[in-house]
């Protein structure tokens, strides 16, 4: 196999094993939208990053960040919906994304590069990068399991019984942002959520706790991974969307098992 | 039973505005070791929010909360509906709480009546079951008072009655105090110490026979008691809002649906 394949695979391998569990809890936290919401944003993040000549990467963390705290501060009022509020920050700011990119004269940016994902360039560096954030997602999110989980059951119950449940949603909130950050690279902003959520939805039809669920995600995600980026070498198909179809294929799959049981 | 002194918790001339609703008006309420204290009154009267400012869920606008230091509360929540894209089994369930040993567990399980549930999915329960396994998680955290919204929501009359007669049981074995949460005072009548009869503020409290002939709850729930043990079923009503119908407007009402 060449370089740039086996890079490909080992980063989006490390990818796929930190979206389980995180998109485990966006599924059963139904935060399908927000997730997507996240994504958007991370283009503006790229833009400021060049605007400023900051580090992309860092950029789109903290536009991230501050997208989700605004969300929050939002929510308190009742007027609207959080779906239509998502809907406005999640098109808003992509707009302001390409808008900004677009008047930075003299720029050369792979714009489809961001939306789709580039797995086959990903370089030793951005495995690095993604490697390091995989850990520690992992690890925080095991330290804030528990509390995550039982605030996601019932929130009220999990405040009487003495969690810090605010912390744990914010520690999530961050961890979705890192992730989104540094997986841009492999399936793009338009794609990242669905690699988030359809390993988790395939996962559901075997697990019967939820730490299996997340598990089964992982391992559900890496195949998908290994999957798209097989077809897309064999077809020449785009390495990005090739994954994203393996991996709802392997939910119609494990669809068509769970029926037969 | 005769009520200890021990006095586990209390509001003390507790008030509190919703949305400019005002929901509690000069509340007063304390629950004893080992008493069952139920809280009753329609729709809208401020019951569950009384439960969930002793339980540090709601700040209150005016007067204060006092709690025992140290106490230990076991909540039951009205309301769990547990979304099926979580595989979730009792045991798990129950350990999300407070971690366990097994035989705790079990004895726990037993305890309610649920003891052959440990593995099943938490969504396979019925109503019934779902309502004991509410309860053993609060058990397991060895509480001091146990605060029970609505507990026996979504079971059937029979199911009822075991349950009131459970907790009842539960309040002899652990010897703790119990706040239970109810808009209905018939079936809960002989498991009850102390009732409070609320309406925003309180219209009456005492023993559940001297209430359910006080002039004060029969002008909240109409008729008086002993025609049939279902009457309340049928004769407070609410309108779309979930406001109350004022006593004189819900004479004649001719729907006689289920109700709880």
């Known amino acids: ?261 | 039973m005769e009520k200890s002194t021990e006095l586990l918790a209390e509001a003390r001339a507790v008030q509190l505005d919703l949305q400019g609703r005002q929901v509690l008006d000069h509340v007063d309420l304390a629950v004893h070791r080992g008493e069952i204290v139920t809280l009753i009154g329609p729709n809208g009267a401020g019951k569950s929010t009384l439960a969930r400012v002793l339980l540090g869920l709601t700040k209150v606008d005016h007067g204060s909360v006092y709690l025992r230091p140290g106490l230990r509360i076991g909540y039951m929540p009205q309301r769990l509906t547990i979304d099926p894209v979580l595989p979730l089994t009792v045991r798990r369930f129950l350990t999300l709480g407070k971690r366990c040993t097994e035989a705790r567990m079990q004895e726990v399980l037993q305890e309610v009546g649920a003891g052959d549930l440990l593995e099943a999915p938490i969504q396979n329960t019925s109503g019934g079951e779902l309502q004991r396994i509410l309860l053993a998680r609060a058990l397991l955290r060895d509480p001091d008072l146990l605060i029970l919204d609505e507990p026996v929501q979504g079971v059937d009359i029979t199911g009822q009655l075991d349950l009131y007669r459970l907790i009842s049981r539960i309040r002899d074995r652990f010897n703790c105090g119990i706040l239970m949460v109810s808009h209905d005072l018939h079936l809960v009548m002989a498991t009850t110490d102390r009732v409070l009869c609320l309406n925003q503020h309180v219209c009456c409290s005492g023993h559940p026979e001297d209430v359910s002939s006080d002039p004060a709850y029969l002008a909240l729930f109409g008729s008086p008691p002993g025609l049939a043990v279902y009457t309340h079923h049928h004769n407070h009503r609410h309108n779309l809002d979930g406001h109350i119908i004022p006593a004189t407007e819900q004479q004649g009402t001719k729907e006689n649906t289920k109700h709880g």
Not at chain 1, 7 to 33: Q, S, T
Not at chain 1, 75 to 92: E, K, P, V
Not at chain 1, 201 to 221: C, I, N, V
């Open chain 1, 1 to 261: 196999m060449d370089d740039f394949v086996v890079r490909a695979l080992v980063a989006g391998v490390g990818v796929a094993v930190a979206a389980g569990p995180l998109g485990a809890f966006v599924v059963w936290r139904r935060m399908a939208y927000f997730g997507d919401t996240l994504a958007h944003s991370a283009l503006l993040g790229v833009a400021l990053g060049f605007l400023f000549h900051a580090n992309v990467t860092l950029a789109v963390v903290v536009v991230c960040v501050l997208l989700a705290l605004l969300l929050v501060a939002l929510q308190r009022q009742q007027r609207l919906a959080s779906d239509t509020l998502l809907g406005i920050m999640s098109h808003g700011s992509l707009s302001l994304g390409l808008v900004v990119l677009a008047f930075m004269e003299g720029l050369r940016l792979d714009l489809l590069g961001y939306l789709f994902g580039d797995i086959l360039s990903v370089t030793r560096d951005d495995i690095i990068g993604i490697y390091l954030t995989g850990l520690l997602v992992l690890a925080v999110l095991a330290l804030i399991w528990r509390p995550l989980l039982a605030d996601t059951v019932h929130e009220e119950l999990a405040r009487v019984e003495g969690v810090a449940v605010i912390p744990a949603r914010l520690g999530f909130m961050l961890l979705l942002a890192l992730f989104i950050a540094v997986s841009m690279k492999v399936v793009g902003i338009l794609l990242i959520t669905s690699l988030l959520i359809v390993p988790a939805a395939t996962a559901r039809h075997f697990a019967r706790t939820p730490e299996q669920m997340a598990l089964y995600a992982s391992l559900s995600g890496c195949l998908a991974v290994s999957g798209g980026l097989l077809a897309s070498l064999q077809w020449d198909l785009p390495a990005g969307p090739a994954v994203v179809l393996v991996a709802v294929m392997l939910f119609v799959v494990s669809f068509g098992c769970r029926r037969q049981n």
